[in-house]
């Protein structure tokens, strides 16, 4: 399974971006999916997550109301709607994926190369 992220970029404080993940390979490998990012000097965190088994995404506490995960099973994307950003959003922004329901946890076994999304 490869991912490649795309969307990362410099957005002022309060402003919005959309990240998108592209799929390809084995798509069963990919039932959940989701966005983790790492800033410079820190763990990597969780961002957002979605298993297509199950109704909920889940979303780590600091993005919650602000960030939106969806999925496009027919095109096997994912994609991360983040809005009212702040700086403390800047990071690495990675996608992710597992045939297992992994949630916000970093034990997933296909990742991309990251995006940078800026907040500045």
């Known amino acids: 399974v490869q991912l490649v992220e795309s969307g990362g970029g410099l957005v002022q404080p309060g402003g919005s971006l959309t990240l998108s993940c592209a799929a390809s390979?084995?798509?069963?490998?990919?039932?959940?999916m989701g966005w983790f990012r790492r800033a410079p000097g820190k763990e990597r965190e969780g961002v957002a997550a979605r298993y297509s088994g199950s109704g909920n995404p889940y979303y780590a506490a600091s993005v919650k109301g602000r960030f939106t995960i969806s999925r496009n099973n027919a095109k096997n994307t994912l994609s991360l709607q983040m809005s009212s950003l702040k700086p403390e959003d800047t990071a690495m922004y990675y996608c992710a994926a597992d045939v297992f329901d992994r949630g916000l946890s970093a034990e997933y076994m296909y990742w991309g190369q990251g995006t940078q999304v800026t907040v500045s």
């Open positions: 390979g084995y798509t069963a490998s990919s039932n959940c």
